[in-house]
């Protein structure tokens, strides 16, 4: 089995090191056996997305969103009917919100992909901090860190998850995130991935599945992982 990863606008989208979450998916692939690339497209580049199993869609600042959303325009149409097609798709931060119909910051609009239907508009101050969920996706919480000036409403789509601990989408719904048929859409930034595995290989065999059928993860020895995150959630649960 083969699994490729498409990376979208490393060169614009890429605060706090959301490419960490590649290097997790591919690990964690090839510890299985299955065979996993990464494709990086640049802003220029064109994106033949029948290619492509996973969609990474990293964080930016303002002014970087604002760049890329004139980039979006061209592949918008591709990128819907893949997502259509149960294309598997993790946007973070900035990504989240281009997934949208729109961010309104006090400088201006910018345009999203309008792929799910939700919007985020720049409120007072920004929503730094750590982060826990209770998922639906994850038998284990999510912990995670959130920065971000944006309020995203997710109208009457599934949130990624109910806010244990921070702020979440807007700080008020008690919700973080969405979840769009394959799509998820988060604020937690940086090592979502490598810090909640069971979100990694929800990934993967959603990929998979998509691909080749039903396909059972052959588990792997996350003790550590595990550790990690039980940590977390018992220093800022407590
Ligand atoms: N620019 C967006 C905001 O502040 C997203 C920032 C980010 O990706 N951290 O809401």
């Not at 490419?19 to 299955?34: E, P, S, T, V």
């Not at 580049?45 to 964080?59: E, N, P, R, T, Y």
């Not at 591709?78 to 931060?93: I, P």
């Not at 806010?163 to 799509?183: P, T």
């Amino acid at each position: 089995m083969k699994l490729t990863i498409g990376h979208l606008y490393p060169d614009l989208l890429n605060l706090y090191g959301d490419r960490g979450n590649i290097a997790c998916l591919m690990k964690r692939c090839q510890w299985r056996g299955i065979e996993a690339r990464t494709i990086g497209f640049e802003s220029e580049d064109s994106i033949d997305f029948s290619l492509l199993d996973i969609v990474l869609l990293g964080g930016g600042s303002d002014r970087e969103q604002m760049l890329v959303c004139e980039k979006l325009k061209k592949i918008r149409q591709a990128f819907q009917s893949y997502v259509e097609d149960n294309g598997v798709v993790l946007a973070v931060c900035g990504g989240y919100q281009l997934l949208g119909r729109y961010y309104k910051t006090k400088d201006g609009l910018i345009q999203g992909l309008d792929l799910v239907d939700l919007y985020t508009e720049q409120g007072e101050g920004r929503l730094i901090n750590n982060i826990i969920l209770d998922s639906p996706l994850c038998k284990m919480p999510v912990v995670g860190f959130e920065n971000h000036g944006g309020r995203t409403n997710i109208g009457k789509n599934r949130p990624f998850g109910k806010v244990l601990y921070g702020a979440g989408n807007d700080g008020e719904s008690g919700y973080e995130g969405v979840i769009y048929k394959n799509v998820i859409g988060t604020y937690l930034h940086g090592p979502l991935l490598p810090k909640n595995p069971q979100i990694c290989d929800h990934l993967i065999k959603k990929a998979l599945e998509r691909r080749y059928g039903d396909i059972d993860l052959k588990p792997l020895d996350d003790r550590q992982e595990h550790g990690a995150n039980t940590y977390m959630v018992k220093r800022l649960m407590k």
